[in-house]
């Protein structure tokens, strides 16, 4: 009975080598066997509705590279087994197969543009229904949201305006003026009133807020770096456990942006707060402020002392590089590199540092779409974001590898790379998340 079970044991293992050998050989530009390729399949006639959005279609609203409508989803045969519900792990399989695979690789859209009209008119619909389906608005959102159905589609995949839509201007309306309340009970208060933590955690901020995101001048905007600041400081104060922490400030970018083009048109960089009323300014910190918590309501060990979470993870993605690039892993070990001297940060500020800010939107749709899953998709999105590099990485000594990784070359990154990472991430995900032994030391 051994023998047989580890005869199965390495038939298994030589199978999912073999599947292994197929991707890598596939993303390195080369066909899967069966020549199966990465095609889009046409969208579906969509069903003619009253649309919810009236504005009309710019250049910056095109739909973004579509994975699957319907992603496969492939039966456990151990119904003990909790299912995977996550977007990424939709296509995992119990075989491991090249062929199996290469089947369902056949549902992701790599390479292809779908129509802005039938996206945007997909979007319409699970939008204007009364009650949200979550569940079908993460599955649009995680290849992308027009930009401004944004603002809206963040708010409900975070959990912060509720589905259904006879609440949600109350909902909103409420945490609107909670937010300020907050504001007036912790920040707008002299230093005398305030402890030495707080005093020094406030002056913390205060020098963050001037070096975020320094390459977008619209940061520089003085009214911009108080309204980060008061966001932070009262998040900061509601959230003991952590406190505010450097990165943290990064992670608030995003959210501005989004909620503010809600009312301001135009290059972000000629926006000018100066043109909103306060009423209007402080509508958009409480949404950045209630965003902001419920994103880090799912990865809180990432900000605690000694942040456990982040290193919890950097050791994962080691790992996963080790298998899925040995040669790589195994050149960054001889020259003595560790995952932390660059992972860290990746982790810290969820690569808002690493890629141009034009493309943070289109990262940040995919995040949030990811929900709870998110911290363990991460490491499958960092190790495709690190193995972009993967021929050049082996040829550097330490030194150069660390001056390169803290200095990535993508300053002229556009959709299609970053669209790349993202299909080689859930391609792994659906091959190694539900694998643990494969990804054993």
């Known amino acids: 009975m051994e023998r047989r079970e580890e005869e199965q044991q390495k038939r298994d ?4 080598n073999q599947t292994l050998k197929n991707v890598q050989g596939f993303l ?14 046409p969208d579906p006639t969509p069903e003619p509705i009253s649309p919810t959005y009236h504005r009309s279609l710019s250049e910056n609203d095109a739909g973004r590279n579509e994975r699957s409508d319907n992603p496969v989803e492939v039966e456990d045969n151990n119904s003990s087994k ?5 977007y990424a792990g939709k296509l995992r399989s119990n075989s491991s197969s090249g062929e199996q695979l290469a089947k369902q690789v056949q549902n992701l859209k790599i390479g292809g543009r779908s129509s802005d009209h039938a996206r945007v008119m997909k979007f319409n619909k699970v939008l204007s229904e009364t009650t949200v389906i979550l569940e079908k608005l993460r599955e649009l959102a995680w290849s992308g949201v027009p930009h401004y159905m944004r603002p809206d589609v963040w708010r409900l995949l975070l959990g912060y305006a509720p589905p259904n839509s006879d609440r949600r201007e109350a909902v909103l309306r409420r945490k609107r003026l909670e937010y300020l309340e907050s504001v007036g009970q912790f920040y707008d208060l002299p230093d005398s009133e305030r402890s030495d933590d707080e005093i020094n955690m406030l002056r913390q901020i205060a020098v963050d807020c001037p070096r975020t995101v320094p390459d977008v001048s619209f940061f520089q905007q003085a009214q911009v770096q108080k309204s980060l600041e008061r966001i932070l400081y009262t998040w900061a104060i509601r959230h003991p456990a ?13 959210f ?16 000018s707060m100066s043109d909103l009323s306060a009423a209007k300014v402080s509508d958009v ?8 918590t419920k994103l880090l309501d799912g990865m809180q060990d ?16 080691k790992e996963l590089v080790r298998r899925i690039d040995e040669p790589v892993a195994r050149h960054m070990e001889e ?15 969820l690569l808002i540092r690493e890629i141009p800010f034009s493309l943070i939107n289109r990262l940040w749709d995919t995040y949030l779409a990811e929900g709870d899953a998110l911290p363990d998709f991460l490491v499958y999105i960092y190790a495709s974001f690190l193995l972009t590099w993967s021929d050049e990485l082996k040829k550097l000594d330490f030194q150069e590898m660390v001056m390169f990784l803290q200095h990535l070359p993508t300053q002229t990154w556009t959709d299609q790379e970053l669209e790349m990472v993202l299909s080689r991430a859930y391609m792994w995900h659906s091959m190694f998340n539900n694998s643990p032994n494969h990804l054993a030391s």
């Open 28 to 41: 390195k530009g080369r066909s899967i066997p069966g020549k199966v390729l990465l095609t889009r399949r």
């Open 256 to 271: 501005l942006v989004i909620f503010l083009s809600e009312y301001l048109e135009g290059d972000v960089d000629s926006w």
């Open 335 to 349: 020259q003595g590199l560790e995952f932390l001297q660059f992972a860290f940060r990746w982790y810290n500020c």
């Open 13 to 16: 293992d030589s199978r999912f």
């Open 242 to 254: 952590s406190g505010y922490v450097q990165g943290i400030n990064d992670l608030v970018t995003p």
């Open 285 to 292: 910190e409480a949404d950045c402020y209630w965003c902001l």
């Open 82 to 86: 909790k299912q995977d519900n996550t």
């Open 302 to 317: 990432h900000y605690t002392f000694a942040q456990p979470g982040i290193q919890r993870l950097v050791f994962k993605l």
